[in-house]
């Protein structure tokens, strides 16, 4: 039997509107999916990805925003399993723990942001993914946060699969 306590955790949340996470970023823009939607499928949060999805938010999205001072939305944040399934994602990734977030900013090259975050910032993972040489634009950038043993792992992700470090 659960106690009160993991009951209340284990909850779906209700419906939140435009619940703040940060003071930049709302948890709505962190678990929207136009994939979701289009296939039926209900991407709340539970209160333990909430509380991820808001370190995520106050530890990499805000110092972000706050040095590049452009707003941005990230690409993609909470998934839940069905939903993470579908693009075809492994199970363990952390977006499905609401600790993971893809994100570009617009006007600094994917390459730049991931430098700066690398330089910067404290985290657990980061991923260059999909970016193309030469192609300032291309892909985006995968990070993760934590609240204990952040890795600092830092790799680069394109069709030939992984590589350690930044490959620009
Ligand atoms: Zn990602």
Known sequence: MLSFREA????PLMRAGNER???NFSLTELTKSDLAVRHGIDNSPDISVIANL????EHILEPIRDHFSIPFS???GYRCLELNRLLKSPDTSQHVTGQAV?????CVSNIDLASWIVDHLPFDQLILEFHTP???DSGWVHCSFVAEGQRGDVLT???????????A
């Open 134 to 136: 030469g192609e300032p």
């Open 157 to 167: 992700f394109t069709r030939a699969g992984y590589m350690k470090g930044l490959i």
């Open 102 to 106: 893809d994100i570009e900013v617009p």
């Open 74 to 76: 990230p690409n993609s």
């Open 54 to 57: 808001r370190q995520v938010a």
């Open 8 to 11: 209340f955790e284990k909850r």
């Open 21 to 23: 996470l940060s003071a």
